[in-house]
């Protein structure tokens, strides 16, 4: 058996959980998500904890047993705490600042760039150069994440563009000056 698929997950105080045939819905603080269970994958809901469970030893359908655990769980963690990301801007003259809900980033462009939110994020500035991502969906905003680094990723060489937070750059040697002929 999966060794993700058979972990229980635990349902906090304030998220609340239906199943209605094969859709599931996980409801709380943040927000409200939906995940369709796919046909050989059930779940059964108790007061307190969540267990997937699967029809058959199939490897595709032992493969979607863990996928939906890890699915359901990262659910149900959105709708209680949310996800965050955040991304740091490296370079001189790039800036970020926010216009509504809405970023305006300038990353070496002749003109800037708006960014606006997918689905339930909400993008944050902290300063000129570091932007949050946050959601209560964590597909969600790793997507929103990875659409605004797209825009400038960071060069090896130099080190300027857009990075995450974490992210660490492996700087590459650039050219030697070679000595002249003799």
């Not at 000129?128 to 969600?140: A, E, M, T, V, W």
């Not at 492996?170 to 000056?177: E, H, L, Q, S």
């Given at each position: 058996?999966?060794?993700?698929?058979?972990?229980?997950?635990?349902?906090?105080?304030?998220?609340?959980?239906?199943?209605?045939?094969?859709?599931?819905?996980?409801?709380?603080?943040?927000?409200?998500?939906?995940?369709?269970?796919?046909?050989?994958?059930?779940?059964?809901?108790?007061?307190d904890e969540l267990v997937v469970q699967r029809s058959n030893d199939d490897p595709n359908v032992?493969?979607?047993?863990?996928?939906?655990?890890?699915?359901?769980?990262?659910?149900?963690?959105?709708?209680?705490?949310?996800?965050?990301?955040?991304?740091?801007?490296?370079?001189?003259?790039?800036?970020?600042?926010?216009?509504?809900?809405?970023?305006e980033m300038n990353v070496g462009f002749s003109h800037p760039i708006i960014i606006d939110p997918l689905e339930n994020n909400d993008l944050k500035v902290d300063?000129?150069?570091?932007?949050?991502?946050?959601?209560?969906?964590?597909?969600?905003?790793?997507?929103?994440?990875?659409?605004?680094?797209?825009?400038?990723?960071?060069?090896?060489?130099?080190?300027?563009?857009?990075?995450?937070?974490?992210?660490?750059?492996?700087?590459?040697?650039?050219?030697?000056?070679?000595?002249?002929?003799?």
């Amino acid at each position: 058996m999966s060794r993700i698929g058979k972990q229980a997950i635990k349902i906090p105080d304030g998220i609340k959980v239906e199943l209605n045939t094969n859709l599931l819905t996980v409801t709380g603080k943040k927000d409200a998500l939906n995940y369709t269970l796919p046909e050989n994958i059930t779940v059964v809901v108790s007061s307190d904890e969540l267990v997937v469970q699967r029809s058959n030893d199939d490897p595709n359908v032992r493969a979607l047993h863990g996928l939906s655990r890890s699915l359901i769980n990262n659910m149900v963690v959105g709708c209680d705490k949310g996800f965050e990301k955040r991304l740091e801007l490296i370079g001189t003259g790039y800036r970020v600042q926010q216009k509504g809900k809405s970023l305006e980033m300038n990353v070496g462009f002749s003109h800037p760039i708006i960014i606006d939110p997918l689905e339930n994020n909400d993008l944050k500035v902290d300063g000129q150069n570091l932007i949050i991502i946050s959601g209560p969906d964590k597909q969600s905003v790793g997507q929103q994440a990875a659409i605004i680094r797209k825009f400038r990723p960071p060069n090896p060489y130099t080190g300027k563009g857009i990075k995450y937070s974490d992210e660490v750059i492996r700087r590459k040697a650039g050219k030697t000056a070679v000595g002249g002929t003799q």
